[in-house]
């Protein structure tokens, strides 16, 4: 008996040192894990922890209090697929090439994909011998040859793009530009006004878009059209699944969660359960998803050798109406380059390595790829934009980013410097206000005591002004603009 106990523990130890040896880096220190938990279109004001009155985010508000919550944590682009493509190769759309002038997101039927020269975060990490996985929506190329299977990611389950695109109305999107190359202008607002009205009452058969999973060992259709009020409970499934399978050795858990990009779902556990109702139901069942997600990791005894991130990918989808989300007391949302489009929510949480606190250092999600590399013991990676977090999650110094660029559909609109921001361009997005202007005289803002964006400083500030147009000149004289990849769809229709 005393031997085969003896023989247990050996054999325990030795299963625990080996565990320990897979998760050692190149530096000798445990590689943590990286989770990033990525909502879709979520606003600045969507979260009790960011000042929402009604919608309950019990989960991620601790994970706010027990870490970092940031207050000007930035994506690099208003919408999901050029934000998505800074994500995970840690620089601005213009500099990869994933963003479009004209087509300013993926649309089903894309034949491209992230660029091959290009590196993302789960073949970085990859290299350092993480596993990885993609739970969600991947929105960077529908082609089997463009999945994030075939960039780095070990596995996938999840849509292939945003939950409101390939309709089953039969007029895909390629007819669409088709009309338009015909000067069709009637027929495709025709379309339109008869899918606007189905965003407010959705129904799943209304889109025919499909459910993927994808692995090594090849790829399968799991349903089409995906059963959109059970994505969020499935994903959640899905990860802390794979939480489990892979608690003995390093992982990069990459989960972009469909919701709250409209038409907006919740399970049946939680349709009218919200004092925000629909929209509110929606947040706070991915609240509870977050709270499963940690769960798993503290079950499988990994949680402090991991790194949970919760953010979106820009701000809320105004036009939506009820359905779409809230920026807080930020100005506009997605779509846009002001303040409400592309500053976000995150929370940065690490037990035993973060200690609670409340950054107002400027991040950007670009910032997430130097970070996990850092932290996996990479080599640091030149030309990229994004830039090393970690003396911030570790308490030894302040963030290293003075600056945000706000490009929109590749164009510079704003440059944030320090505390201020100079804006050349004004526009609104999805038909509503402000009408496109390019200021001849730029608007200056102190987003320290007007995050809003409300008050022009310009004439008080005139100095400062000549600086941030210097900081702009500087920025596009390094910034080398690859062209648009999204509007290479166009030439099929050139007339
Ligand atoms: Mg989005």
């Known amino acids: 008996m005393r031997a085969l106990a003896l023989f247990a523990a050996a054999t325990l130890l030795t299963s625990c040192q080996l565990q320990q040896s897979a998760a050692l880096g190149t530096t000798g220190q445990r590689q943590p894990n990286i989770v990033i938990l990525f909502a879709d279109d979520l606003g600045y004001g969507d979260l009790g922890s960011y000042g929402h009155p009604n919608i309950r985010t019990p989960n991620i508000d601790q994970l706010a209090r027990e870490g970092q919550r940031w207050t000007d944590f930035y994506v690099a682009a208003p919408v999901c697929s050029p934000s998505r493509g800074a994500l995970l190769t840690g620089k601005l759309p213009v500099r990869t090439g994933l963003y479009g002038q004209r087509i300013r997101v993926m649309f089903p039927g894309e034949e491209l994909g992230i660029p091959e020269p290009e590196t993302t975060l789960a073949e970085a990490l990859g290299a350092e011998g993480y596993r990885s996985a993609i739970i969600g929506k991947w929105h960077l190329g529908d082609a089997p040859g463009a999945y994030p299977t075939r960039h780095g990611f070990d596995y996938w389950y999840g849509l292939p793009y945003s939950n409101d695109m390939d309709w089953a109305d039969s007029t895909s999107f390629d007819e669409l530009l088709a009309m338009r190359a015909r000067g069709g202008a009637e027929a495709i607002a025709g379309v339109m006004a008869a899918r606007s009205g189905r965003y407010a009452e959705p129904k799943v058969e209304y889109w025919n878009v499909p459910l993927l999973e994808s692995s090594g060992s090849g790829e399968r259709v799991v349903e089409r059209p995906a059963h959109q009020p059970t994505l969020t409970r499935r994903y959640t499934e899905q990860a802390v699944a794979f939480v489990q399978r892979n608690a003995d050795r390093p992982f990069l858990l990459y989960m972009p969660y469909t919701m709250p990009h409209t038409p907006i779902f919740a399970s049946s556990d939680f349709q009218g359960r919200s004092l925000g109702k629909r929209y509110g139901d929606v947040i706070e069942e991915i609240d509870w998803s977050v709270g499963q997600v940690r769960a798993a990791l503290e079950r499988a005894g990994v949680a402090e ?191």
């Open 305 to 495: 050798h991991t790194l949970v991130i919760f953010t979106s990918d820009n701000g809320p989808w105004l036009s939506m109406r009820h359905h779409g989300g809230s920026a807080g007391l930020l100005n506009n949302g997605k779509g846009t380059t002001f303040e409400g489009g592309m500053r976000v929510p995150a929370v940065f949480w690490w037990p035993g390595t973060i200690t609670p606190e409340v950054v107002s250092g400027i991040g950007s999600t670009m910032d997430l790829f130097a970070t996990s590399l850092s932290l996996a013991g990479a080599q640091p990676v030149s030309g990229i934009d994004g830039l090393d977090l970690t003396s911030v999650l570790k308490g030894t110094g302040e963030s290293p980013r003075s600056e945000i660029a706000y490009y929109r559909a590749g164009e510079l609109q704003a440059l944030r410097r320090g505390d201020f921001k100079v804006q050349l361009v004004a526009e609104g997005a999805y038909g509503l206000p402000p009408e496109r202007q390019v200021l001849e005289t730029p608007r200056l803002y102190d987003l320290r005591e007007d995050p809003g964006e409300r008050h022009d400083v310009a004439a008080r500030h005139p100095e400062r002004m000549e600086e941030m147009l210097d900081a702009v000149a500087r920025h596009r004289a390094r910034t080398r603009i690859a062209s648009p990849l999204f509007d290479a769809r166009l030439a099929r229709f050139a007339r």
